[in-house]
């Protein structure tokens, strides 16, 4: 099995959690593009090829979104991506450290495809990153664009 070489859009404000998920990929053998925004508002930046992203050609492999960021919330990220023609398809990954029942219920009413919870330890949050890398860069068959 072969990894596409389709773009990672990592969005999450915390800079540890933005290196623990780069290390993990690395250390999985993940050599995807990764492309990591700070918050909501940039993320839909890039997903729309707004502001300094815009002439952007690239529509991300997967999405892999925090639910609790600063100025757009991932869920309202979440809403927007799959009300607009370019994005509603792009799969998205609710990357986050809640478990709260409401937040795995909202993320589907919304149309995300899958909800992780961020495992704490390293060694599971490595295990956790390579699984999703290859479900989602390997196994999964993503829609046209």
Do not use: C
């Amino acid at each position: 099995m072969t990894m596409r070489s389709g773009l990672i859009l990592l969005v999450e404000d915390r800079e540890d959690d933005v290196e623990l998920t780069l290390r993990a990929f690395k250390k999985s053998g993940i050599a995807n593009e990764v492309v990591v925004v700070r918050d909501g508002a940039e993320a839909l930046d890039y997903l729309f090829a707004a502001e300094r992203f815009a002439g952007r050609l690239r529509v991300p492999e997967v999405v892999l979104l925090d639910l609790n960021l600063p100025k757009v919330s991932g869920l309202e990220v979440l809403q927007k991506m799959r009300a607009d023609e370019r994005t509603k398809r792009v799969p998205v990954v609710i990357l986050t450290s809640s478990n709260e029942e409401r937040d795995i219920v909202s993320s589907y009413d919304l149309g995300a495809n899958s909800f992780v919870q961020k495992p704490v330890d390293f060694t599971q949050f490595v295990q956790a990153t390579r699984q999703l890398g290859l479900y989602w860069l390997v196994l999964n068959k993503s829609a046209p664009s």
